[in-house]
């Protein structure tokens, strides 16, 4: 029974005011929606143009749960290729990255690409002579993605050729991406020291929600923030105060911490915590980096770029950034009650090594699957799983701080434990789960 | 400290495990130099702890953050406690200067790590530096490299 599909007044009432149906995580049908509407509809995350840096370089990865390969094509534009040959739909370019030269050969029967997917060739042509070839989807070579955009190495696609524009999606959030650039001094990044995978049997929207969940450290994050912070106090005094402890310990401030760091969302379901402090403010001064970013700014704006704190920018559906940190953690659906974490990391170009040493230890110690902060966050993701399959409770509580006068009020700073960005995901999430969000924007 | 002999440095490998297996972390934490490392790569081969992720890459500090928080509490993800199994091969002595104090092993092993109804199996190789001081051996560095240690992971919870 179809209870969701062709059926968009019961998605739509899926979120109220301050509540969020069970469904929305736990339903096959509606995960199913999701990849077809949510992730077409949107602007996704795909990558860095810094992973293909030379004609020919690619990477396979997904968008939603569509297989797809991320090429530098020979005119050095991106392109985003659906990986599926038009043949017998193998996948043409092998898992990972590598180099493909000046085309995609396919492994089964030898059709051949170009990296802006067009057809090549075919051995033994002569065999579809006659036959309406060309009146065929076989013909038209590897599916590529129309709506790509690039903004500032950061590659974004929509599946869906017709739909909301780039600059309308992300509206004024962008700024947080070009924090995080502009912190090097040279206004460059470069994925650097590898991604952690991290394998959670929950519902990828658990993640998201988590982001700008701002009342759970000092709950859930006690067991091992606070043990570190214990540990540490218990150092004889004058040993420097090592990088560890000090990634650790801002994790256990306290609710007024929190409360007065503050929050903003954006148009679409993008916002962010920390607008005028936050867990990444007071970190050490790293030698040289101050000089290297005057040198490149002036005074002022280096300490404008500097002074931008944001703690975690949610960019609707599925990625988190991290300006001062340099990560970027990207949330990739697998099924409704699976999810794969991705937490990729950054050099600032021309910065001194110290800090991509720091975004690494702290890329470690949270978000690696041995992370002692990670195992508790998984353990509730896994125990909210279970849990909603209870039957008589159907509704998820996003109500913190609710107001009437929130409904289509963006760019507006409010109380950093408001669940104000939850809510905006999920309005969000209701419009582009129709095909009318396709065309439409706004808040 | 005397000449160490194969036997003594391949029994350490033995009680370090036993001591992983049995939850004994305070005698556990005790093998490691005040200078050790406990270190899982997450790419085969890896050189470099600082500039490139791994799994682990921990000091005695961070390993005592860890080793107490596995009681406390409030340490939600281990209500109930996960369990461990080492199954070790017979170390390989790769390195011994009693001029120096200097010892290193290599081991490969089946490790299994259970929670609830959940076990989970890793395969690999440990590397073990030890070190000569005051008449005992302590760990410099153990290795642990998985034979898939760039694979998507659930939660690793203790120790291989």
């Given at each position: 029974?179809?209870?969701?599909?062709?059926?968009?007044?019961?998605?739509?009432?899926?979120v109220?005011?301050?509540?969020?149906?069970?469904?929305?995580?736990?339903?096959?049908?509606?995960?199913?929606?999701?990849?077809?509407?949510?992730?077409?509809?949107?602007?996704?995350?795909?990558?860095?143009?810094?992973?293909v840096?030379?004609?020919?370089?690619?990477?396979?990865?997904?968008?939603?749960?569509e297989?797809?390969?991320?090429?530098?094509?020979?005119?050095d534009?991106?392109?985003?290729?659906?990986?599926r040959?038009?043949?017998?739909?193998?996948?043409?370019?092998?898992?990972?990255?590598?180099?493909?030269?000046?085309?995609?050969?396919?492994?089964?029967h030898?059709?051949?690409?170009?990296?802006?997917?067009?057809l090549l060739?075919?051995?033994?042509?002569?065999?579809?002579?006659?036959?309406?070839?060309?009146?065929?989807?076989?013909?038209?070579?590897?599916?590529a993605?129309?709506?790509v955009?690039?903004?500032?190495?950061?590659?974004?696609?929509?599946?869906?050729p017709?739909?909301?524009?780039?600059?309308?999606?992300?509206?004024?959030?962008?700024?947080t991406?070009?924090?995080?650039?502009?912190r090097?001094p040279e206004?460059?990044?470069?994925?650097?020291?590898?991604?952690?995978?991290y394998?959670h049997?929950?519902?990828?929207?658990?993640?998201?929600?988590?982001?700008?969940?701002?009342?759970?450290?000092?709950v859930?994050?006690?067991?091992?923030?606070?043990?570190a912070?214990?540990?540490w106090?218990?150092?004889?005094?004058?040993?420097?105060?090592?990088?560890?402890?000090?990634?650790?310990?801002?994790?256990?401030?306290?609710?007024?911490?929190?409360?007065k760091?503050?929050?903003?969302?954006?148009?679409?379901?993008?916002?962010?915590?920390?607008?005028?402090?936050?867990?990444?403010?007071?970190y050490?001064?790293?030698?040289?980096?101050?000089?290297?970013?005057?040198?490149?700014?002036?005074?002022?704006?280096?300490?404008?770029?500097?002074?931008?704190?944001?703690?975690?920018?949610?960019?609707?559906?599925?990625i988190m950034v991290k300006?001062p940190?340099?990560t970027?953690?990207l949330?990739?659906?697998?099924?409704?009650?699976?999810?794969?974490?991705?937490?990729?990391?950054?050099?600032?170009?021309?910065?001194?090594?110290?800090l991509?040493?720091?975004t690494?230890?702290?890329?470690r110690?949270?978000?690696?699957?041995?992370?002692?902060?990670?195992?508790d966050?998984?353990e509730?993701?896994?125990?909210?799983?279970?849990?909603l399959?209870?039957?008589?409770?159907d509704?998820?509580?996003?109500?913190?701080?609710?107001?009437?006068?929130?409904?289509?009020?963006?760019?507006?700073?409010?109380?950093?434990t408001?669940?104000?960005?939850?809510?905006?995901q999920f309005?969000?999430?209701?419009?582009?789960m129709?095909?009318?969000?396709?065309k439409?924007?706004?808040? | 400290m005397?000449?160490?002999?194969?036997?003594?440095?391949?029994?350490?490998?033995y009680?370090?495990?036993?001591?992983?297996?049995?939850?004994?972390?305070?005698?556990?934490?005790?093998?490691?130099?005040?200078?050790?490392?406990y270190?899982?790569?997450?790419?085969?081969?890896?050189?470099?702890?600082?500039?490139?992720?791994?799994?682990?890459?921990?000091?005695?500090?961070?390993?005592?953050?860890?080793?107490?928080r596995?009681?406390?509490?409030?340490?939600?993800s281990?209500?109930?406690?996960?369990?461990?199994?080492h199954?070790l091969?017979?170390?390989?002595?790769?390195?011994?200067?009693?001029?120096?104090?200097?010892?290193?092993?290599?081991?490969?092993f089946?490790?299994?790590?259970?929670?609830?109804?959940?076990?989970?199996?890793?395969?690999?190789?440990?590397?073990?530096?030890?070190?000569?001081e005051?008449?005992?051996?302590?760990?410099?560095?153990?290795?642990?490299?998985?034979?898939?240690?760039?694979?998507?992971?659930?939660?690793?919870?203790?120790?291989?």
């Open positions: 029974m179809s209870r969701y599909r062709n059926n968009p007044g019961a998605v739509q009432a899926l109220r005011d301050r509540e969020v149906h069970k469904d929305a995580y736990v339903d096959p049908e509606i995960f199913d929606l999701e990849m077809e509407q949510l992730f077409a509809n949107t602007w996704v995350y795909v990558g860095h143009a810094s992973q840096p030379n004609k020919g370089d690619y990477v396979t990865t997904t968008v939603g749960t297989p797809v390969v991320m090429v530098r094509h020979q005119d534009s991106i392109r985003v290729l659906v990986n040959c038009p043949h017998k739909g193998v996948k043409v370019a092998p898992e990972g990255c590598g180099s493909t030269g000046k085309f995609f050969r396919c492994p089964y030898a059709w051949t690409f170009k990296t802006d997917g067009s060739s075919i051995p033994l042509k002569k065999g579809y002579d006659g036959v309406g070839f060309e009146q065929t989807e076989g013909a038209t070579g590897m599916a993605v129309r709506a955009r690039v903004y500032r190495d950061f590659v974004f696609c929509r599946l869906n017709e739909g909301i524009g780039f600059e309308d999606f992300f509206g004024d959030s962008l700024s991406i070009d924090n995080m650039v502009d090097s206004g460059r990044l470069q994925v650097a020291g590898g991604v952690l995978r394998m049997n929950c519902n990828w929207k658990m993640l998201v929600d988590n982001q700008t969940d701002t009342c759970h450290p000092m859930a994050h006690e067991s091992s923030a606070g043990t912070v214990r540990v106090n218990e150092a004889p005094p004058g040993t420097p105060k090592p990088m560890a402890v000090e990634l650790f310990a801002p994790f256990m401030s306290p609710y007024e911490f929190f409360e760091m503050g929050i903003r969302v954006w148009v679409n379901g993008h916002g962010h915590t920390g607008v005028s402090d936050s867990i990444h403010a007071a050490s001064e790293v030698p040289g980096y101050w000089d290297q970013m005057v040198a490149a700014y002036g005074e002022q704006r280096a300490r404008a770029i500097l002074g931008d704190v944001r703690h975690n920018t949610v960019y609707f559906p599925n300006g940190i340099q970027l953690r949330f990739k659906p697998i099924a409704v009650d699976r999810t794969l974490v991705e937490s990729w990391t950054f050099r600032l170009v021309g910065a001194p090594d110290m991509l040493e720091r690494l230890m702290y890329n110690l949270i978000n690696a699957p041995t992370s002692v902060v990670g195992h966050d998984l509730v993701y896994e125990r909210a799983q279970e849990g399959k209870a039957r008589g409770r509704w998820i509580n996003v109500a913190r701080l609710f107001d009437d006068a929130e409904h289509g009020q963006v760019n507006v700073a409010t109380n950093g408001n669940e104000l960005q939850m809510r905006n309005r969000a999430w209701a419009r582009f129709t095909p009318l969000a396709a439409g924007c706004g808040v | 005397n000449t160490v002999t194969e036997r003594q440095l391949t029994d350490f490998v009680a370090e495990a036993r001591l992983l297996d049995e939850q004994r972390f305070d005698d556990w934490l005790q093998l490691f130099a005040d200078d050790g490392y270190w899982m790569p997450l790419t085969p081969g890896q050189t470099d702890p600082r500039l490139q992720t791994s799994l682990l890459y921990e000091d005695k500090l961070l390993l005592r953050v860890r080793t107490e596995l009681g406390g509490a409030r340490t939600f281990q209500q109930p406690r996960s369990r461990c199994h199954l091969q017979a170390p390989a002595v790769e390195d011994i200067d009693n001029a120096a104090g200097l010892y290193r092993m290599r081991t490969s089946h490790y299994v790590e259970t929670r609830m109804d959940t076990q989970t199996l890793f395969a690999g190789w440990a590397t073990h530096q030890l070190r000569a005051a008449g005992a051996l302590r760990i410099v560095l153990k290795r642990v490299d998985l034979v898939n240690c760039d694979a998507a992971f659930g939660n690793i919870n203790l120790f291989m």
